[in-house]
């Protein structure tokens, strides 16, 4: 299928060839008629992915502290790495689309496939989007008509913070495609409206949709014309609209406004406030949040649990449906909004006009209609560089999740350790792409489980959310492929006893046997290879000290969420359990935790004991500041110390014949642990890491997570 994605690099604009998006729990499938290009939020990413490498620092201070932060802490160049990884994926753009439902995701009720219905989704032929992120198109609405419903929501969300009443005075700062809209639904509501703007066309339809306007290109002084047409009383309210680094329009607008007025900063705009003019007269200043409520909130958005509508009577969802109620009934009118039309094939000409200099409102995409079937869930990939795929004779490694951590780490440790990519699979299709292009897979798919039955895969990779690590290495255990899964190897004891018992099934039907490995990639670190050598001639017990400056997540990130991440004790302190494992070489027999009192659970002490009569503390903090090192290891042993600082220096201290080993880069071993698991794949070895450690702290993780004791 087609859609539009845009290089957040280079500004580019391509019309790229994915395959149908998988239809998840909970969401809805939908062949797209109509899109609507949002003029404003495209143009403002368009410009961006075009500006200069300092223009785009200077338009995000937040983010050039951070790197600024990681520079000092994990050196320049995987600092830099992380940078141009993150700004050469692709951007999806567009959320206004209309179309028609072609599947049902599980949970999904009050829709049926035919169903003609908006949705917040891109500018492509299929998309699958969240049920509560759509809404039915009435029989009088037509589909170019229902693709300007969600920009509606967006203005009708703006006006129910200004809370207008009938015969207010309401000033709208900016008469783009929002600004418009929101004429006409202030105008539905018995509001006397004045529109301000710089453009008379958009001026002469803002005075055509019932509103008086003000041309701020003839130098009108807006504030006195709000005064003048609110009786010399001041408005009752300003909705700001407008796209602006300036932050003159909020300052006019609380000079214009009466006692206690409101002002909503729907737009974008510069926000150097002046105390004075909000202080004397007690004016309210609220910057609305998208198309309502439930926006940016996963429990409504990705799980479908609507508020109810006694306490929310307005979502999103059902602003979706005022909007188009609006439109059946011929209170919004969006037609003469409509500037261009063009097929999807001809959308790089449409973004050339938003980008140029040329005038234009709504812009229109249609499409064919596609035919979806499983053959349009898979898009073998032209390789720009054939000769740096391995032979078709090597066993082919196929991945499942191309997120941020696959595409940054993962798969360049596989490339480097060459493998053959053979396919890679994601949701959505769009980080499958890059994914697929960037390093050199055969193709890329939607249709996780054709993977499982693919005879040129011999070995699966699985890099998706936590809750589904257990279920793909089953399937890959029954299937007979190899697994090498990122950690966590599952998130319950019952799904490790699962997991046990497959393989105990298989190497008991005397099947093929597979291996099983977890990216436990610090043990395969150069610096703890090197601490692991000169460990191994101590023969009494040692002492370590973990400390790890994991950093802030949010309660609300997914990797908190105790039914899909599993909290941070699986999802990311393994790693340091493994770690220790590995140094100590004795099996772990105790363990204790202890907890800071937080919201998140996330900042703990967790002491290990071990069969040789070791011990290990690992700190856990989420408390400390970016600008100090993420790990650091100390190991007490014979009168001795060895000290590793974020696996980029190690120094002994009394070691005979040792006494540091630095690297230019930090090394936390992924690259090493991929080619570790290609290279027994290939040579039919055993797994790098053995099974009963995979198991035994994969266990251990989950009871000191759960608190259950063995």
Request: include cysteine.
């Amino acid at each position: 299928m087609k859609q539009i994605l845009q290089s957040l690099k280079t500004g580019a604009t391509e019309i790229a060839e994915l395959p149908v998006p998988a239809v998840r729990r909970g969401q809805i499938l939908i062949g797209t008629t109509q899109t609507l290009v949002s003029a404003g939020t495209e143009r403002m990413l368009v410009e961006f992915g075009k500006a200069g490498w300092l223009e785009k620092a200077r338009q995000q201070p937040d983010k050039v502290r951070m790197v600024l932060d990681k520079i000092k802490t994990d050196g320049l160049m995987p600092t830099l790495e992380a940078v141009f990884n993150k700004l050469d994926q692709p951007l999806p753009l567009g959320y206004c689309n209309v179309g028609r439902v072609s599947a049902l995701g599980a949970g999904v009720a009050h829709f049926e496939i035919g169903d003609r219905v908006i949705s917040n989704g891109k500018h492509a032929e299929v998309v699958s989007v969240p049920f509560n992120l759509c809404a039915k198109v009435p029989e009088a609405v037509s589909d170019e008509e229902a693709a300007f419903t969600v920009l509606g929501a967006i203005a009708l969300q703006g006006i129910r913070l200004v809370q207008p009443t009938l015969g207010e005075t309401v000033v709208v700062t900016g008469l783009g495609l929002i600004g418009l809209v929101t004429v006409q639904l202030l105008r539905a509501h018995g509001c006397r409206v004045l529109g301000l703007d710089f453009d008379p066309e958009k001026l002469e339809m803002a005075r055509a949709f019932g509103a008086e306007v003000v041309d701020l290109s003839k130098g009108q002084d807006p504030v006195a014309a709000a005064m003048t047409y609110s009786r010399g009383r001041g408005v009752d309210g300003v909705i700001v609209t407008a796209a602006t680094k300036s932050s003159e329009p909020i300052h006019q607008a609380a000079h214009m406004c009466r006692k206690r007025g409101r002002i909503v900063l729907v737009g974008v705009t510069g926000l150097e406030l002046s105390r004075a003019d909000f202080f004397e007269k007690e004016l309210t200043f609220q910057v609305s949040c998208s198309y309502g409520p439930g926006r940016y909130d996963n429990n409504y958005e990705e799980k479908g649990n609507d508020y109810p509508v006694g306490f929310v009577r307005w979502t999103e969802q059902r602003n979706f449906e005022a909007v188009l109620d609006m439109m059946a009934d011929g209170r919004l009118d969006v037609k003469p909004l409509i500037s261009h039309r063009f097929a999807i094939s001809e959308a790089e000409q449409a973004y050339e006009l938003v980008g140029g200099a040329g005038k234009s409102l709504g812009i229109l995409l249609r499409y064919p209609g596609l035919t979806i079937d499983n053959d349009a869930r898979t898009v073998a990939v032209p390789s720009h560089a054939q000769s740096e795929r391995a032979p078709a004779s090597v066993c082919g490694v196929s991945v499942i999740g191309s997120g941020n951590y696959a595409t940054a780490v993962l798969l360049p440790a596989f490339k480097t350790a060459g493998a053959r990519l053979r396919s890679v699979a994601s949701a959505t299709g769009v980080s499958g792409l890059h994914a697929a292009r960037k390093f050199g897979f055969e193709e890329t798919t939607t249709d996780t489980e054709r993977l499982f039955g693919d005879s040129e895969t011999g070995a699966l990779v699985i890099t998706t959310r936590h809750d589904s690590h257990a279920q793909y290495v089953l399937r890959a255990i029954e299937a007979g492929k190899h697994v090498f899964v990122e950690k966590p190897l599952c998130l319950t004891l019952e799904e490790l006893v699962g997991i046990e018992t497959a393989l105990a099934a298989r190497h008991a039907s005397g099947a093929s046997s597979v291996m099983l490995m977890v990216g436990f990639n610090r043990r395969f670190a150069a610096h703890v290879q090197r601490m692991h050598q000169l460990l191994a001639s101590i023969t009494g017990p040692k002492s370590f000290v973990m400390t790890v400056n994991a950093g802030a997540i949010p309660a609300e990130h997914w990797t908190q969420d105790a039914g899909v991440g599993g909290g941070r004790i699986i999802g990311e302190a393994c790693h340091f359990i493994d770690l220790l494992r590995f140094l100590a070489d004795a099996p772990i027999t105790g363990w204790e935790r202890m907890d800071m009192d937080s919201r998140t659970g996330d900042t703990v002490t967790i002491q290990l004991r071990f069969g040789d009569g070791s011990i290990g503390t690992v700190h856990y903090f989420a408390n400390g500041s970016k600008s100090f090192p993420k790990e650091r290891l100390e190991v007490f042993a014979a009168g001795r110390v060895l000290q590793l600082d974020n696996f980029r220096k190690l120094t002994g201290f009394g070691w005979p014949g040792f006494t540091k080993l630095s690297l230019w880069r930090q090394d936390k071993g992924q690259k090493a642990c991929a080619k570790a698991f290609v290279d027994a794949v290939s040579q039919g070895g055993a797994s790098p890491i053995p099974l009963e450690q995979v198991i035994e702290v994969s266990r251990v993780s989950i009871e000191i997570a759960s608190g259950v004791r063995p």
